[in-house]
């Protein structure tokens, strides 16, 4: 029986994620914590790790229910604690002080800063499949190969690849439930250049790209919707909520199920 097995979120995006047992959905359908804040330029373009791979140095801690970041720079043994909700001016100077640039803070309680705005809800990926793509890549741990990636909701009891279930030839999406909470799969989620780089060091995996697409071609199950890859360096799968589930929990150990074709939402 298909399980939720983690949830991982991402309070600030391009920064390090926390594990939690439960998560609240938000109105937009996006997990309550997720991408919350993002960093940007006085331009209001994205400071993330697809345009500075020095992002990757950073080390952060948070505390969700103490609404702190523990930031840690290169170079340092110590970490700095920033209030988020009272101290993001301060945060912000830190960080412009790192990066070399000025920057600030904002903040979207409703649907956070995802990269898909029209499917804001969790990222889907199974233990099973970062265990296979890890293989993939030799001294490459899961550990790794989940820091890359940065899925939020990971799927335990179920073979490598399950997640492609969650989305159609058709595009129509896929009902399935996690506990009591209803969510729709829409698409593979399409990688861009951060997983091809150490989490923690941003050094570049050597032809990370060209092995990935060979393998996740090779491997990929016959009963997969193949069309909807326009290449194959996909991996995971985005999601939307109905409004109905606003307010409602998902939590560790939720069981999991894709819902009859009858009982679409």
């Known amino acids: 029986m298909p399980y939720l097995g983690k949830i991982l979120l991402y309070p600030i995006k391009s920064l390090d994620g926390v594990e939690v047992e439960k998560a609240t959905i938000l109105s937009s359908g996006a997990l309550q914590y997720d991408r919350e804040f993002a960093i940007f330029e006085d331009q209001d373009k994205f400071v993330n790790a697809k345009r500075y791979k020095k992002i990757h140095f950073l080390r952060a801690n948070f505390s969700l229910t103490e609404r702190v970041i523990q930031l840690q720079l290169p170079g340092s043994n110590s970490y700095a604690v920033f209030d988020l909700d009272q101290e993001q ?16 803070l904002k903040q979207n309680t409703n649907m956070g800063f995802p990269d898909d705005t029209n499917s804001p809800g969790a990222t889907v990926i199974s233990t099973a499949t970062l265990t296979e793509v890890a293989s993939w890549f030799p001294d490459m741990s899961v550990e790794e190969m989940r820091r890359r990636l940065r899925a939020n909701i990971e799927i335990g009891g179920v073979p490598a690849f399950w997640e492609d279930r ?12 996690v506990g009591d909470v209803k969510f729709l799969g829409v698409n593979p989620c399409q990688r861009c250049v951060v997983p091809t780089r150490d989490s ?24 997969v919707a193949a069309s909807r890859f326009n290449h194959f360096y996909a991996l995971s799968v985005n999601t939307r909520l109905p409004t109905s589930e606003a307010g409602k929990t998902i939590k560790v150990g939720d069981n999991i199920e894709i819902l009859p074709q009858h009982n679409k939402i």
């Open 166 to 177: 969650l989305f159609t030839d058709s595009g129509e999406p896929v009902s399935f439930q």
């Open 200 to 223: 923690c060091l941003g050094e570049t995996y050597p032809n990370f790209q060209k092995i990935f697409v060979q393998q996740r071609q090779a491997t990929m199950p016959s009963w």
């Open 89 to 104: 001016e301060q945060l912000a100077a830190r960080l412009s002080n790192f990066f070399g640039f000025a920057v600030k």
